[in-house]
C-alpha cells in the first residue's frame, strides 16, 4: 500500500517513523510520501491561506497549492481521504475497507479548514476521528493511518490478534490477563488458569457483552445478539 499525506506539518508525522507502522514501513509493507503542499503556493509569500469570502472569523486554506500538489502525486486509483470535524466519523469498518487499498491520499487540514472546492474536487471520502475540534488534521490523519496499517494482512502476522480486537466483534474486547497468577494479592480469573477451552471462550463473551452493556450499550443495538447473549445482560 502507498499512503500520501498532503500536509503544511510533515514532521508532525515522525511518531509514525517507530513501532509497528514504522516495522512496516521499513519492510516495504507499507510505503509513505509526505508533500508539503507550500511548497507548491505560488504565492510570492508562499501563503496558503486567505480569508473567508462573506465573512467570518478564521483563513481558510485556497486550493491552489492543494490542487498542484494533489496533482504533482503519482495517482494509483488513490482513495482521497479529507480529515475534518464534519466528515463521517471514523470507525474498525473503515479501517479495515481502506487496509485493502492500494493508495490511500490524506488531506491534512488546518487553521478553519479548506475551500470548499477542494472538497468537491478532490476527496472521496470526508472523515473525523471524533465530535471535538482539533488544531488540524494530522494527529487524526495519523490515528486513521495506525488503524488501517495494522489491518494490513502481513503487518501484525498474527491474524488472530484481530480477530478479538473491540469492534471488529461489534462489542469491546475482554478483559486480558499475563503472569504472575497473582501479584499483590491481585488474582487472575480462575477460568483463565482452568486450561478449558470452552469455558474461556464462554466467559470472556459474557466479559464483552458486561463491558460494552456498561460502557458502550449504543453499540449492542448495531449486532445480533445470541438467546444466550441476551440471558446473560439481562441476568
Ligand atoms: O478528524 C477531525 N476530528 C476532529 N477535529 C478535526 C480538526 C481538524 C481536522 C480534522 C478533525
Known amino acids: 500500500m502507498k499512503i500520501d499525506v498532503l500536509t503544511l506539518f510533515p514532521e508532525m508525522f515522525a511518531p509514525l517513523d517507530h513501532s509497528i507502522v514504522g516495522r512496516a514501513r521499513t519492510l516495504g509493507q507499507v510505503e509513505m510520501a509526505f508533500t508539503n503542499f507550500r511548497d507548491f503556493s505560488t504565492n510570492k509569500h508562499h501563503k496558503v491561506d486567505d480569508y473567508p469570502y462573506g465573512g467570518g472569523a478564521g483563513m481558510l486554506l485556497t486550493p491552489q497549492p492543494i490542487f498542484d500538489a494533489f496533482d504533482a502525486i503519482d495517482k494509483k486509483r488513490p482513495r482521497v481521504i479529507v480529515t475534518t470535524p464534519t466528515g463521517r466519523r471514523f470507525d474498525q469498518q473503515m479501517a479495515e475497507a481502506w487496509a485493502s487499498e492500494e493508495h490511500l491520499i490524506f488531506l491534512c487540514g488546518h487553521y478553519e479548514g479548506f475551500d470548499q472546492r477542494i472538497h468537491d474536487e478532490l476527496a472521496?471520502?470526508?472523515?473525523?476521528?471524533?465530535?471535538?475540534?482539533?488544531?488540524?488534521?494530522?494527529?487524526?490523519a495519523m490515528v486513521m493511518?495506525?488503524?488501517?496499517?495494522?489491518?494490513?494482512?502481513?503487518?501484525?502476522?498474527?491474524?488472530?490478534?484481530?480477530?478479538?480486537?473491540s469492534f471488529s466483534t461489534g462489542l469491546l474486547e475482554y478483559p486480558h490477563y499475563t503472569r504472575p497468577a497473582e501479584f499483590r494479592g491481585l488474582k487472575v480469573p480462575d477460568v483463565l488458569l482452568s486450561g478449558n477451552h470452552a469455558k474461556i471462550e464462554a466467559w470472556r463473551r459474557e466479559q464483552s457483552l458486561l463491558r460494552t452493556y456498561r460502557r458502550r450499550p449504543d453499540l449492542l443495538e448495531r449486532i445480533e445478539l445470541s438467546k444466550a447473549d441476551k440471558k446473560f445482560i439481562e441476568s
Open 124 to 140: 472521496t471520502d470526508e472523515v473525523s476521528i471524533g465530535d471535538f475540534v482539533m488544531t488540524g488534521g494530522e494527529l487524526a
Open 145 to 165: 493511518i495506525d488503524a488501517t496499517v495494522r489491518l494490513i494482512p502481513e503487518v501484525l502476522g498474527d491474524q488472530a490478534s484481530h480477530e478479538d480486537d
